[in-house]
């Protein structure tokens, strides 16, 4: 009897460890910054040092927003080392989908059985939008925990929305790179791709906040796309949310397409 999406499951049981990590590493993170937001975040000392910082280096790092518990979290935790840690996780495992399995020699002997290029690229990105979802779940939940005795006041439906985008924006990074992974067969244009993704989008975001005369760039940055109604704060965009998982929607097809159409080598 045939296995429902086996390709799928393989993807989500050979990658329990890496995303046992990455949540032990969000974990991590958040249990670092987030109880430390009445002694820092809100702090009188910490504002004052914060408006004695350049104003460029505070729009740059979003500090501007620091002095409330949703202004806190969205610039620590959802604009930063969050940020930093899920796209990480998403790009890797993008980039694993087609190009590295490629490079390896795998994906020859996986085409051999009786699956097809297409169900290879649904499948495994299928993988990866799920890994995303559930480091997110975990995010929102701990954050959830942590909303109170942290003093961070978040409303639990802004929180739902902030952690949406941010697991929107992750995925964009993962499926450009298995996109390009899938165009490519090389592993290390599919990192290249998904980095540029997030460090472009941040950098867009940091400059165009600097001036009227660049604000144009915020228009080029998922990053703005995700965070720059400030969700924590003021709720989602949700267009921003759609618009987001369209772009990857959009790129998993045109992964899927290209590898149906081209010779897969080592």
């Not at 993807?11 to 009445?38: C, E, F, H, K, Q």
């Not at 992974?181 to 990192?191: E, S």
């Not at 604000?215 to 989602?236: E, I, K, Q, R």
């Not at 987001?244 to 149906?260: D, P």
């Amino acid at each position: 009897m045939p296995k429902f999406l086996p390709l799928f499951t393989k993807a989500l049981t050979d990658s329990w460890r890496s995303t046992l990590a990455w949540a032990l590493g969000l974990t991590a993170a958040i249990m670092l910054y987030l109880p430390l937001y009445p002694s820092i975040g809100g702090s009188a000392q910490m504002q004052q040092m914060i408006d004695a910082l350049p104003q460029e280096m505070t729009k740059a790092l979003n500090y501007d927003q620091i002095a409330t518990g949703p202004g806190y979290t969205q610039a620590t935790l959802f604009g930063l080392i969050g940020f930093l840690l899920m796209s990480m996780a998403s790009v890797g495992w993008g980039a694993a989908a087609v190009g590295a399995d490629e490079e390896s020699g795998l994906l020859e002997l996986t085409l051999a059985h009786s699956v097809t290029r297409i169900q290879v690229v649904l499948e495994r990105a299928l993988a990866l939008v799920v890994r995303v979802a559930i480091l997110s779940a975990v995010v929102f939940l701990l954050v959830l925990v942590l909303n109170g005795p942290s003093k961070l006041d978040i409303d639990v439906g802004h929180l739902f929305g902030a952690v949406v985008l941010f697991a929107a924006l992750a995925l964009l990074s993962g499926t450009a790179a298995l996109c390009v992974g899938a165009l490519t067969g090389r592993k290390v244009y599919a990192i290249a791709a998904g980095a540029a993704v997030a460090v472009l989008g941040y950098v867009f975001n940091a400059v165009g906040r600097q001036s009227p005369d660049v604000d144009w760039l915020l228009n080029l940055s998922p990053y703005h796309w995700a965070y720059g109604n400030s969700p924590v704060t003021n709720g989602a965009d949700w267009g921003a949310a759609a618009g987001l998982l369209g772009i990857s929607a959009a790129l998993i097809v045109l992964g899927a397409v290209a590898l149906q159409r081209r010779d897969v080598g080592v």
